[in-house]
């Protein structure tokens, strides 16, 4: 077991710029989570996905983000037009079942400058 | 809404010195509590799941109690290497959202 990863571990990119991030869940999880954490808060909930269908957003993902699982299997998150505010650590996270513990990745730290 | 509070935002210990963080909250319909451990930089680390007020789980130096209203964390006896963040959250009526605390930093001094 390989646990979650993310990829990749850290982006800076220029305000405006379009950036997308990749999650492989733990490979027998069928629900896979997106969360931001900022400096000195818990993590937000963002979305999440029960093998391929997306079966929550946050009112925090703008019309700028989405997220696909196209084969239930690993995720993307993209931002477009990145925003200085976008600036955060991206969580990902899987689950085996709806009520227990999610486990979560290392994170893409994104930095818009 | 779901609202979780933890207390206090930071906590420095001596080593051996036990204590308690807290965790508050307000939720519909809890179908779980959950602590997380999270190092600078890192992803948070599961650490046990409540699922019903009396219930208790221990690791190592940690045990994690419930109440309708609040959660605790105690560490007994921590170590340097117990320094993190501690993170509590609540999963809700929402589809597998966790809605977390802001932490206690904990650090424990030699």
């Known amino acids: 077991d390989t646990g979650v990863s993310q990829d990749p571990r850290h982006k800076i990119t220029k305000r405006g710029q379009n950036v997308t991030f990749r999650c492989d869940p733990i490979?027998?999880?069928?629900?896979l989570y997106w969360y931001r954490q900022t400096l000195g808060q818990g993590p937000e909930f963002l979305t999440y996905f029960q093998n391929e269908a997306q079966l929550e957003k946050s009112r925090l993902l703008s019309d700028r983000f989405s997220a696909e699982r196209p084969k239930g299997s690993f995720s993307t998150l993209e931002i477009q037009r990145t925003e200085q505010g976008d600036s955060a650590m991206y969580l990902c996270?899987?689950?085996?079942?709806?009520?227990?513990?999610?486990?979560f990745g290392p994170g893409t730290r994104l930095t818009v400058t | 809404e779901d609202q979780v509070t933890q207390s206090p935002e930071a906590l420095r210990l001596q080593e051996g010195e036990s204590s308690s963080l807290n965790c508050s909250y307000t939720v519909s319909g809890l179908r779980g509590l959950f602590w997380y451990r999270q190092d600078p930089g890192k992803g948070p680390e599961f650490l046990f799941t409540l699922y019903s007020a009396g219930e208790e789980k221990e690791k190592e130096r940690l045990k994690a109690t419930l109440t309708k209203k609040e959660s605790f964390l105690h560490i007994t006896a921590p170590k340097p290497e117990d320094s993190a963040t501690y993170l509590c959250a609540v999963l809700g009526t929402s589809y597998g959202k966790l809605t977390f605390g802001q932490g206690t930093i904990l650090t424990v001094h030699p």
């Open positions: 490979s027998e999880h069928n629900r």
């Open positions: 996270a899987s689950s085996l079942s709806l009520s227990g513990e999610q486990y």
